[in-house]
């Protein structure tokens, strides 16, 4: 579990320090995923370091209060992490459909507000359940059957009866999760649209190309994260899941965006070129 963290943590931040520093990968597109890259690093921090300190020091303890922070950081970022996907698609449908008045369209303004609001909408629609989840009675048992505190498991626990506030995390979840998905799968299938009205095959593989990373990124967040919050049960079925989309998404985005995408590739060799270049003097 070390070992992925250390994997993730440092294959985000390089993605974020490849997009700064390389003037080939300023656009709206790399802008998108060095942005997605730190919102899965800050999401990953919220987990696995505490998880890390349980499994070494051996006492499984958080306090009431950590709990919920820790609740309430990691599911708003992952919520954050559903729309972020549903932008970068609107971006790839937009340079698609509207490639002469892109750059015109996509200004930097634009993009900064579209990297900020998932952020937004990622607290506001996770405070509804949260705080619903917070309100209920805990008079124990108090052992959390997840490997962080989450709103199913947390919810399992209270003395109250939590009906209501079940519903309110499902109905949540078709905000948090279903409306960035179908928005996402709208775009995508816009995408295809037109490019099946392409008429060069090779014209047809670029647009491919520069959608298919994402594509896998959010097909395997989609489908993991719904399937735990359309219907919470705090199983161990639902842990697995969990342990997906929280902890080897993030690891394996920085592995996907770079092995399958020709740009980042190019921009890392003429990196590695430029220092071999600079130790040779």
Do not use: W
Not at 112 to 123: E, R, Y
Not at 174 to 180: A, I, K, N, T, Y
Not at 183 to 209: D, M, R, W
Not at 247 to 272: C, E, G, M, Q, W
């Amino acid at each position: 579990m070390l070992l992925i963290y250390i994997t993730c943590v440092s294959g985000n931040l390089a993605i974020i320090c490849l997009v700064r520093v390389e003037p080939s990968l300023h656009t709206p597109m790399y802008f998108f995923i060095s942005t997605l890259a730190a919102t899965e690093m800050m999401s990953v921090s919220c987990i696995i370091p505490n998880l890390l300190a349980n499994l070494i020091a051996a006492k499984y303890r958080i306090s009431f209060i950590g709990c919920f922070t820790q609740l309430f950081a990691a599911d708003s970022l992952g919520t954050s992490v559903c729309y972020l996907l549903a932008v970068m698609a609107f971006d790839r449908n937009l340079a698609i459909s509207s490639p002469l008045q892109y750059s015109s369209i996509m200004t930097q303004t634009l993009c900064i507000q579209l990297a900020v609001l998932p952020l937004i909408v990622g607290t506001v629609i996770l405070s509804i359940p949260f705080i619903f989840t917070a309100k209920l009675e805990y008079c124990g048992p108090n052992e959390v059957n997840h490997f962080y505190c989450d709103l199913a498991p947390l919810q399992s626990l209270a003395c109250s009866d939590p009906f209501i506030t079940k519903v309110v995390t499902s109905s949540g979840a078709l905000f948090s999760v279903g409306f960035p998905f179908i928005t996402t799968v709208g775009f995508y299938i816009h995408i295809i649209v037109i490019i099946s009205k392409l008429n060069s095959i090779e014209s047809k593989q670029k647009a491919f190309s520069t959608c298919s990373s994402h594509l896998t990124v959010a097909g395997v967040f989609y489908i993991t994260a719904g399937t735990v919050y359309a219907a919470p049960k705090g199983s161990d079925y639902d842990k697995f899941l969990s342990l997906i989309y929280t902890v080897f998404t993030p690891l394996l985005n920085p592995f996907i965006y770079t092995f399958r995408n020709k740009d980042v590739k190019r921009a890392l060799i003429k990196s590695r070129r430029l220092k071999l270049f600079q130790g040779s003097f």
